[in-house]
């Protein structure tokens, strides 16, 4: 383990290590020192210390130095990525190749198949485990371009390299002593992604010899064919600058097939296959670095079987463009209380490197709802536009024509140029049907009142009784 120097922090970074130097919050921007170092992709360590920039699957930091001399080999079954805000610098070296294939030997069980880098695969086991036992041929090599495991000759005495593993290019087929269909076929070209996987591993090398040597000399243990290389892994670094110096290396390289001793007729396992690296930048200084994914060499001693070597991986460099995000109205945007409908639809305007979900819910699901809760655009399907229907809700008030919005979520992926892009909002309007409530109705003549007869014209006949009244009974008193 480096020394607690070797990893420095930025002035306004957290560090936080127990006495038992085991735990360690990082925070901010990261600097590795000259020495060596190493990341665990799985477990987001480095150098053994736990990171807080790492997120499950990527780290990300405001900026990254790895100085001249230091020397970072990564470990890990998921691809190392690294989210870097300003600028990514590399003075040293970033190791994510195949480990080598084991050696084999006489009266020895093969070698084991070569440790994968993050992201890649596995090779294939030599043949002759376990020791003692006949018909044991080289294993395969592990991913979708796994180079064939060598078949094992058996009483012949024939010998059969390992295939390499294929990548962007195919494996080569191991060589062979004897009949040429027992040995190892190189594995098949695939694409590198997406999904990001690294180079496949070679298969095994085979032989045994149960039966007695043609020395007379009878053979009491297999003599193990060596095993495959490992893949390269898979390596991304997006950052606005990334700056590679004149002595810095990114080498995601297969690692080589495994040997077997001269002279005992154990064939060679194949070599990996090339793993895969991507550099996206707004801007790129490459002042004479080295950064390389080759498929690696198989190997065999004079006389015997060799493996095939691994294919060729890739380097991928790609400057910054953010992946927009095309809304378009099929319809007019209205839906109705009795349940009419509008459309819409989405498409990406570039092809992503990973998948990019896009969440769609409704501002008042009282008034209108989408039909889809969320689109999910691939490397497959992203120009193929996507349709949401959104259906209006009924209710039983007059509240007129309401207004609602649906609201498409900023999108969600793994790739930086797509992470948080915020496509355009609809803005919709659900028609009401309720009618008003009728107007009064208008009085009919039994809800009139009852009027008074009056004599003569109105308020002037009425006086006139009243006064004659009155006279009448003034003339009864003079009598």
């Known amino acids: 383990m480096p020394q607690p120097h070797a990893l420095r922090l930025a002035r306004n970074s957290l560090l936080f290590l127990s006495l038992s130097g085991a735990a360690v919050s990082i925070a901010g921007p990261l600097t590795l020192d000259a020495g060596g170092h190493t990341i665990d992709t799985d477990s987001g360590e480095i150098d053994g210390l736990p990171s807080a920039e790492f997120d499950g699957t990527a780290f990300n930091f405001t900026s990254v130095l790895i100085d001249a001399a230091a020397v970072v080999t990564v470990s890990g079954s998921q691809p190392l990525q690294f989210y870097v805000d300003t600028s990514f610098t590399l003075d040293g070296i970033l ?245 009419g409908t509008a459309q819409f639809n989405v498409v990406l305007d570039s092809q992503p490197l990973d998948d990019v979900t896009i969440s769609i819910s409704s501002s008042n699901p009282a008034e209108g709802t989408p039909d889809l809760s969320s689109l999910v655009f691939t490397n497959g399907n992203w120009n193929t536009p996507q349709v949401v229907t959104v259906t209006g809700q009924d209710d039983a008030s007059d509240d007129g024509d309401v207004s609602y919005t649906i609201v498409l979520s900023p999108a969600s992926s793994s790739q930086r140029a797509a992470n948080g892009v915020d496509p355009a909002d609809l803005l919709m309007t659900n028609l009401d049907d309720d009618l008003p409530p009728p107007p009064p109705a208008a009085p009919t003549p039994a809800d009139m009142p009852k009027a008074i007869p009056v004599m003569g014209g109105g308020l002037l006949g009425l006086l006139s009784l009243v006064l004659g009244a009155i006279g009448a009974r003034r003339c009864q008193r003079s009598r």
Do not use: C, K
């Open 95 to 339: 190791d994510v190749s195949g480990g080598a294939g084991g050696d084999g030997g006489g009266d020895r069980p093969g070698g084991a198949g070569g440790l994968p880098g993050p992201g890649g695969f596995a090779g294939g086991a030599g043949g002759g485990l376990p020791p003692g036992t006949n018909g044991e041929d080289g294993a395969d090599g592990l991913g979708p371009g796994g180079g064939r495991g060598g078949v094992n000759g058996n009483a012949s005495a024939d010998t059969a390299g390992g295939g390499g593993g294929g990548h962007v290019t195919a494996g080569q087929a191991g060589s062979t002593t004897g009949l040429p269909s027992i040995a190892g076929t190189g594995g098949a070209a695939y694409a590198s992604g997406p999904p990001l996987i690294g180079g496949s591993g070679g298969g095994g090398g085979a032989f045994e010899d149960d039966v007695p040597l043609q020395t007379g000399i009878p053979g009491v243990e297999d003599d193990g064919g060596g095993g495959g290389g490992g893949g390269g892994g898979v390596v991304t670094i997006s950052a606005q600058n990334i700056i590679l110096g004149a002595s810095s290396s990114i080498d995601a390289s297969g690692g080589r097939g495994g040997n077997a001793d001269q002279g005992t007729g154990a064939a060679g396992g194949g070599g990996g296959a090339g793993g895969l690296i991507m550099l996206t930048y707004a801007n790129l200084d490459e002042l004479g670095s080295l950064v390389i994914a080759r498929g690696a060499r198989g190997i065999g001693e004079i006389n015997s079987a060799r493996g095939g070597a691994g294919g060729l991986g890739q380097v991928l460099r790609d400057a910054f463009t953010s992946i927009g995000v095309t809304v378009t109205p099929l319809t007019a945007q209205e839906t109705t209380e009795a349940g």
